[in-house]
């Protein structure tokens, strides 16, 4: 009989901290139930799990200490912060026995009076809307995605919050995008004008593309740019099925002009340093034979610059074929250079030029 009335007092101490604990011991809670949503084998079995730990998740997010805690023993959670401190995304997957992914996200933002933070939760219906909708959304019009990156954009006296993110999308294609999070009254709202693309201005900006590769997006603090692999067609026949488009190894580039992000295409991408201007190596001594220290600088060296190294002279990448056409005479060069560049050319695909010809049909 004693030990019948034990356990039922630790079954009630147990539910007391589930329901009112400290954020640490609700975590480890939170942490059992995502472990136990992540082995569910069906659909039917994530759907319950899902929804407890949904559940519990969204009592906790509603604690003060919430807004900063870490939650780093929810290891499949995506917790992100914006630079400024004020605004949070919690956000996580629950990939499907068909491979689709359904998408879950909080986003936690302080009151206007800054004593608490409100919790807004983003309603996946993205088999309600269009696949790639351009409009200014709602919270509960929500297309489904994982948020990795929060930027901070001043316009006017409201701060935009531009946010990189990937969608699983479907079974030939995935999808990286560039989408704006705002505070709009006791509510958040996605999509604003400020991305400009040519002649054309976009709410937000999809990158569709085949599921065989990866595609490079993210933000450059040193530059101030969101930096990207430009994608073109395998071929000129796949030209229009994005499921077909891959990086071309060259790169484009969102600057921040004013309030906007402006597309800068063909940029230049230069590897992201550790914030030192120069690192020590070792080299060997071809005199001694021992090796020795030295200085060098870590920041790109253009080869066009006459204090350069290699002496400033002009640098032009060419391909073989290209020297073979050298090796003609200047006739038959000059010739070639009036000729109309290939229509076909896979480089001249582009998913920019695609939006601007679209704008040009409309005029």
């Keep these: 009989m004693k030990t019948f009335a034990a356990i039922i007092i630790i079954l009630i101490q147990f539910n007391s901290i589930g329901q009112n604990g400290s954020i ?30 949904q559940q519990e998740l969204e009592k906790t997010l509603a604690l003060p200490e919430a807004y900063s805690y870490s939650f780093s023993k929810l290891k499949t959670l995506g917790v992100i912060d914006s630079p400024d401190g004020l605004l949070r995304i919690v956000n996580w997957n629950v990939e499907q026995d068909d491979l689709s992914h359904k998408y879950y996200c909080y986003v936690l933002y302080p009151e206007k009076r800054g004593s608490s933070h409100n919790v807004v939760q983003l309603q996946d219906i993205s088999f309600g809307i269009p696949t790639q909708p351009t409009e200014i959304l709602s919270a509960d019009q929500w297309y489904g995605a994982l948020y990795y990156k929060i930027i901070p954009l001043k316009k006017g006296s409201r701060t935009l919050y531009t946010v990189l993110a990937w969608d699983y999308f479907s079974d030939l294609s995935q999808i990286k995008l560039i989408d704006v999070m705002y505070v709009s009254g006791n509510t958040i709202k996605l999509g604003n004008p400020v991305f400009k693309v040519g002649k054309e201005t976009l709410n937000r900006v999809y990158f569709e593309h085949s599921k065989k590769t990866s595609m490079y997006l993210n933000y450059e603090p040193d530059r101030k740019r969101i930096m ?68 060098i600088k870590t920041t790109w060296q253009n080869p066009e610059d006459p204090g350069a190294p290699a002496g400033g002279t002009e640098h032009v990448a060419v391909t073989p074929d290209e020297l073979d056409k050298n090796s003609k005479n200047d006739k038959s060069t000059k010739e070639s250079r009036k000729q109309k560049k290939d229509k076909r050319d896979p480089s001249e695909l582009s998913i920019f030029k695609d939006l601007k010809k679209k704008k040009s049909k409309r005029n």
């Design 24 to 53: 640490v011991q609700r975590e480890d809670s939170l942490a059992v139930l995502l472990n136990d949503l992540r082995a569910a084998t069906n659909n039917q079995e994530k759907e319950v799990k899902n929804k407890r730990f």
């Design 228 to 295: 990207m692999d430009h994608l073109s067609p395998e071929s000129p026949s796949m030209k229009n099925f994005k499921a077909f488009y891959v990086p071309d190894l060259s790169y484009d580039a969102f600057m921040i002009e004013g309030n906007r992000w402006v597309l800068h295409e063909d940029v230049i991408g230069v590897n992201q340093g550790n914030g030192e201007k120069k690192q020590v190596v070792y080299v060997k001594n071809e005199k001694t034979g021992e090796l020795e220290e030295k200085v």
